[in-house]
């Protein structure tokens, strides 16, 4: 008859079997047998942890891998050593209370583990090798210890655990998670979008990266890979909101360099993925990183008019999420509360990567007056809030902000500020400042409206920014604002010489932005016709003619019709002016047929009655 430590050691390897083989019930079963067993503390604790992972993993039994995490937890306590089990009780008990939500309960793992290592790393007698594997333990608990205060908005004090585990990697020769602690510092930097610190970040990252690739050799390197994808899409993020486009995209190549250079190591990262490397780590799904490299380059190439590419780049974005969302089982009809705790967070980052996409590609419908599919990639967004509304709470104000813009371009001037209101009403200050701005401008385009009204109500809603734009602000949110109050200067019924002279100036300033940094055509193109009312009333209609000129070949290559009708109604005044009645007759036709052509997709857009009309009223 068979001892109970034969029948122990013969559950155990059978255990370790089946979940081998993706048997998970079974394994959890030959666990369960175990712990019936009477068994040591240690042998209990690790069973207990052991059955914890597979429930956590692959069960919706969160609260029944709790118990035995907490039991485990006991248990090594009374132990004299075993620092490594203790530590991965700990790591597994956060775990559990992430999975539940309790944030509070679960920082207080990753802090007791963090103790535990100190004690053992300052400890002179550990070996050198029991010291590196506390310390690498130490910097995991810094990390998801600074992970727990982002999920609080505790930017400060997830930075200095990122500072902490990044410092204690460097000294114990940890490079690859010392670019991993500094990447999430980076990330933690880009919510509050602190040039500065940011600059700093990506530098000491690019340090410890080429550290990385001349010591070669890595144990995984498809990790490395991973930590070089996302160091350049980070890298991307910060030029895209600092406006520098004329790196990203530079005018005179038909392919930008960085799109390239992201699909290519997109490419590199997923066959190493595919040959089954096995990976300490994992930012987004195989799939959802693909997503967000098409995602970036239809950024890139949005701002330059190159519509079709964008387009074109992000249809293969949203194929690539709504491939992730399947595999990880959410259909057209799942809702939040249908989702389990092991597939919500990846879940989360796919649907938050789908609005995104949808927010770009309706950005391009509005600009090629694709009107009638704006509002079905608006109506899209919107369901997705409904369905999701806790994880995508967060993307409110920007799914307000693309209703508006909606809203706007179908004259609906007050469905648009209202939305704009909302968008304006995030804590994000991107968001914030475009939302006044917009809202502003619809005012000003909005008819019937007294001008000293209208400039009254929209310098209330700039505030602070119709005296001085901040420099601290992105390059794109500075243009629209020096847009926005110089437009609402120039509209004043009482502006005199000073304040047209200031708004001429802020209205260069945006066209210099616009034209240099941020490298967007429909933006120079709107400045242009803004300013060529200045250049008739300095007497310069050559240089009026100019910039209307200009501004109608950048919106029909975009084919804004919108931006055409109002170029082709600004020479219509210039040949008026000049006395060229041929031309004006001539123009008049085109002007007239592009009026009809505008009316026509605005006509089409309402046809869809029931979603154009959801558009509008959405949350308002």
Known sequence: MATAAEVQGTLQVLASRLAADGHFLKAIQCYTAILGQSLLPADEATARLQLAQLLLEHTHNVSDAKQHLQKADLLVAQLPGQPLLKCEVLAQLGRAHKYLGETPFQRQCYLKGLELCKQHISSSS???????????????FHLHTAESYTTEQDSLKAAEHADAAAELAQQQGLLEQQLLCIMFKLQVIMLSW??????????????????LEQQGGAASPAFVALLKLQFTMLQVMLSIHAGNFEDLAPPNQNKSPIVADLEAQCESLLQLLGEQQQMPYRWLPAAALGALVQLL?????????????????????????????????????????SLDHISTYEVRSCLVLRVLLLEVQQQLQLLSTSYAAACQT????????QRFPGLLGGMRPSVHLAAGLYAQS???????????????????SHMRVCGQCMAALCILAQEGIPKAASVSRGRELLGELVESVDSRLGYAERAVANIASGLLQLAAPDGGSVEKSDAKQRLSKALKLAHGRLQNHQVVSQVLLFMAPLQIQNADVAGAHSMVTSSFTLAKGALDLPAQVASLSMMQQLYHHSQQADKAGQNANYLLRKQEELSAKIQEAESAAQQHTLVLKWDL
């Open 410 to 428: 179908m004259n609906a001037f007050n469905e648009a500020q209202a939305h704009y209101a909302k968008a304006a009403a995030s804590h994000d």
């Open 126 to 140: 550990n070996n050198s090798s029991n010291k590196r594997g506390m310390a690498e333990w130490a910097v995991y």
């Open 194 to 211: 602190d040039r500065k610190e940011a600059e700093q970040a990506v530098g000491a990252a690019a340090a410890v990266l080429q550290q």
């Open 378 to 385: 608006a109506c899209e967004s919107i369901a997705l809030l």
């Open 297 to 337: 380059a239809a950024i890139i190439l949005k701002p330059g008019g190159k519509m079709k590419q964008a387009l074109l780049h992000i249809s293969r974005g949203l194929q690539l999420v709504d491939q992730q969302l399947a595999a990880l089982h959410v259909g057209p009809t799942t809702t939040e509360a």
